[in-house]
């Protein structure tokens, strides 16, 4: 099993820049694929980012290719995702997550998930 954390969120003006941990308790983060997830007010839970269990392969939706990037530390049992050129539209609340073995995008194929941190992006 996996508890996860998501830290670094808060209050910035558009067109800067955040970056998100996810610290994972547990002997096994290396083995578990991870994304990253985001809900904003009224809206529907939506895909933001993932990677694999070894880092090689990475995963974006259309709306933050070329802003965000997900990185993961397996000897620091932590995830991140580097968000910058931060628009008012990705105010949310962002999740982490965490499968077993094979990156996913679609948020029903996840496990385990953090409380989420709030992301707001004022204009």
């Known amino acids: 099993q996996v508890q996860l954390v998501e830290s670094g969120g808060g209050l910035v003006q558009a067109g800067d820049s955040l970056r998100l941990s996810c610290a994972a308790s547990g002997r096994t983060f290396s083995t578990y694929a991870m994304g990253w997830f985001r809900q904003a007010p009224g809206k529907e839970r939506e895909f933001v980012a993932a990677i694999a269990w070894s880092g090689s392969n990475t995963y974006y939706a259309d709306s933050v290719k070329g802003r965000f990037t997900i990185s993961r530390d397996n000897a620091k049992n932590t995830l991140y995702l580097q968000m910058n050129s931060l628009k008012p539209d990705d105010t949310a609340v962002y999740y982490c997550?965490?499968?077993?073995?094979?990156?996913?995008?679609?948020?029903?194929?996840?496990?385990?998930w953090g409380q989420g941190t709030q992301v707001t992006v004022s204009s």
């Open positions: 997550a965490a499968r077993a073995l094979w990156v996913a995008t679609m948020d029903h194929e996840y496990d385990y």
